[in-house]
């Protein structure tokens, strides 16, 4: 049961991730919004650079650490 478990959240995963791809590239706006986002974070990012950097890479192993321990939890 626990197997059928993991391959629908990678198969719901998978379908998430295909859906939005879809999205952005049918939609010029959207993709051009979210384009625009990513191309403005990374001008914040680079004008507190290098703390932004560590900040960014701590955000992110706190979050791998917290899916991680989620994951794992007795159930």
């Known amino acids: 049961m626990m197997?059928?478990?993991q391959n629908y959240?990678?198969?719901?995963a998978f379908s998430l991730l295909g859906m939005t791809s879809?999205?952005?590239?049918?939609?010029p706006g959207l993709r051009g919004a979210?384009?625009?986002g990513f191309a403005?974070?990374?001008a914040e990012l680079d004008k507190y650079s290098p703390y932004s950097y560590v900040?960014?890479?701590f955000a992110l192993l706190g979050g791998l650490i917290l899916a991680f321990l989620k994951?794992?939890?007795?159930?």
């Open 3 to 5: 197997e059928l478990r």
């Open 9 to 12: 959240l990678m198969l719901k």
């Open 22 to 27: 879809g999205f952005l590239v049918i939609s």
């Open 34 to 36: 979210v384009m625009n």
């Open 40 to 42: 403005l974070a990374a």
């Open 55 to 57: 900040g960014v890479a």
């Open 71 to 75: 994951g794992s939890a007795a159930r």
